[in-house]
Each structure stands twice: as C-alpha cells, then as structure tokens.
C-alpha cells in the first residue's frame, strides 16, 4: 500500500484503556451524581471512538445537560490521573516496536474522538511522542472526526494517506473524508464488512507488512 500519512486511532487501536477508565468514571459517577448507573469496560469499549458529548448522552440519561457536561468534565479529570498513575501494560502487543519501524519510513499522526490532553498522554505513556508528526481530537476543537481527518491531512498536506482504525465509526468517518481505512481487527469493532476496508490487520505488527 502506497501512502505518504498514516493516521491512527488511540483506544482499540493502540491500547485498552477501558478496565482503567471505568473504575475512573465510577468514581466520579459516585462523587458527583450517583444516581446514574455504574460503567464497565464491556459498556466503554461500545461506546469509545463516538464524540465525549455523544458517550455522556448514551450513558448518563435522566439528568439535565448541565449535570451531563459536569458530570463528563469529573470524568475525564479522573480518567487522566487513573491513566497516568497506571502501571499496567494495556498497549497491544507489538505497537510501540511497530510504531518505531515504520516511523523510519513514514510520516505518523493521530485522530481521535478523545477529550483534550489524552493524545498527548497516550503519547507519553507508550514513549512514542517523537515518532508522531501531527495529532487532533474532539476534546481540542469540538470537530467530529471526519473533520478533524480532513483538517490534519490538509495541515500536512497529505496526499495519499491512510486511516487505521477498529470500529464502524473510523470507517464511516473515514469514508466521509475519503480515506482508505485499515481495519485493526482485534480491537473494539466487530462485523466489519471487507469490502469497505482497505487491509485488515489482526496484530498491530501486521501493519508494516500492508506498507512493505
């Protein structure tokens, strides 16, 4: 595959962040409205890569949306500081390495979904800062991730770039942006049809193969 930018996703595509930040929701759940239910990391994984303000209207119903964006603001103050002090290996096998290699030969960035700041420490906690060129989110300008593709590919001048992601919303912002999508198939998303995807890759390692 032929390709002058490789964008990827963050949760379910680098790492599982999903046990941590669940036990960080929680807990300001139980601080500041603790009569909505409990999250898990099953919930979380069908609700990572959708928009922050989308993942607060599915999960925190019955409140106004006042109580919602406080409620969100508590969360992802609390998801940072769990993810963080994290000492659990939850990146996926062979990505930091892989990430390294393919630096070497290609120009790296990342879009994500996330709230502002979690790129950033994604990038510091796996090490990987100095490989990645370029990175937008949600949590930064408020744009959907079609939009944030399409901002970072026209910030870099791109010409054939490529997206790799793990579930239907990477693949339909990708095709809203028009982007070939590299579907990381052992991450969050399930039931992908090939005939939208570019490469399927079942390890992160397989990623260098697509590009050799």
């Known amino acids: 595959m032929k390709t002058d930018g490789i964008i990827l996703d963050i949760d379910g595509t680098i790492w ?37 303000n989308v993942i607060a209207d599915n999960l925190f119903k019955g409140i ?32 930091v390495q892989t990430i390294k290699e393919i630096a070497k030969s290609h120009k790296l960035f990342i879009v994500s979904n996330c709230h502002d700041g979690y790129i950033e420490l994604t990038m510091d906690k796996n090490n990987i800062r100095p490989y990645i060129s370029d990175w937008e989110c949600y949590g930064h300008n408020g744009k959907a991730k079609d939009q944030n593709i399409s901002l970072l590919v026209n910030r870099n001048n791109l010409q054939e770039p490529v997206y790799v992601g793990d579930t239907e919303g990477d693949l339909l912002a990708c095709e809203k942006a028009g982007l070939p999508f590299i579907w990381a198939a052992y991450g969050f998303g399930k039931n992908i049809p090939e005939s939208r995807v570019s490469g399927i890759i079942n390890t992160f390692a397989e990623l260098k193969k697509l590009l050799d």
Request: aromatic share 4%.
């Open 16 to 52: 599982n962040t999903t046990e941590v930040v669940a036990q960080a929701w929680n807990k300001a759940i139980e601080e500041v409205c603790p009569q909505i239910p409990r999250v898990s990391a099953q919930i979380l994984q069908g609700q990572f890569g959708k928009p922050m």
């Open 64 to 95: 106004s949306l006042q109580e919602r964006e406080a409620l969100l603001e508590a969360c992802c103050k609390l998801e940072q500081i769990a993810v963080a002090e994290n000492t659990k290996d939850i990146t996926y096998p062979t990505v």
